[in-house]
């Protein structure tokens, strides 16, 4: 199985907002409501931001928000923040019971 | 505090074995399903296997299928994953995670443990 499609990069000045799409298949994003999105800088564990589409775990702050349309699941980052920067990943659950992850995002906060 | 903690890492030549484990504290721990999670050098996450609170089922990625085998000891609140036939490939840092359910987002995650695969 592929992994999901991300874009390398995204970019944004603070105060902004941005959007990251994480594409899949009917296999996959499509088919269901398990796709998620972490945050991981440098060395560190990744963190997750975002759970089942569109939930956000307590402690995550509300600039960040989920949503999916077919096949497709974004992220949102609004009024950007230096701290953002880091990479970012989206994961599903596919049919097969298994995972994929996209290939990441960095995040550059200009 | 609810805290992972890998250990087990070690560099290893290839066709060898190596266990990780992931012990967990803060939490209960049988009601969480668990997964390992595993970041090659300069790379992106790769899903490696995942197993239920109970322990009665789990699941591995094609890669590591027949090769790795996850269990877990809710006794003892660890977390194992038995690797064998390890190749240059298997080469990354290993992360364990907790999720409420076995395929939603996992909310805590470990430090890491590196695994080298080198002769």
């Known amino acids: 199985q592929s992994a999901l499609t991300q874009p390398s990069s995204v970019s944004g000045s603070p105060g902004q907002s941005i959007t990251i799409s994480c594409t899949g298949t009917?296999?996959?994003?499509?088919?269901?409501?398990?796709v998620s999105w972490y945050q991981q800088h440098p060395g560190k564990a990744p963190r997750l931001l975002i759970y089942e589409a569109t939930k956000r775990p307590s402690g995550v702050s509300s600039r960040f928000s989920g949503s999916k349309s077919g096949n497709t699941a974004s992220l949102t980052i609004s009024g950007l923040q230096a701290e953002d920067e880091a990479h970012y990943f989206c994961s599903s659950y596919s049919g097969s019971s298994s995972v994929l992850f996209g290939g990441g995002t960095e995040l550059t906060v200009l | 505090e609810v805290q992972l903690l890998e250990s087990g890492g070690n560099l290893v030549q290839p066709g060898g074995s190596l266990r990780l484990s992931c012990t967990a504290s803060?939490?209960?721990?049988?009601?969480?399903?668990m997964t390992w999670v595993r970041q090659a050098p300069g790379k992106g996450l790769e899903w490696v296997s995942t197993i239920t609170g109970s322990g009665g089922s789990s699941y591995y990625a094609d890669s590591v299928k027949g090769r790795f085998t996850i269990s877990r000891d809710n006794s003892q609140n660890a977390l194992n994953l038995e690797m064998k036939s390890l190749r240059a490939d298997d080469t990354a840092v290993y992360y364990c995670g907790r999720s409420k359910l076995s395929w939603s987002g996992m909310d805590v995650w470990g430090q890491g443990t590196t695994v080298t695969v080198s002769s």
């Open positions: 803060g939490f209960t721990f049988n009601t969480f399903a």
């Open positions: 009917s296999r996959d994003v499509g088919i269901t409501s398990f």
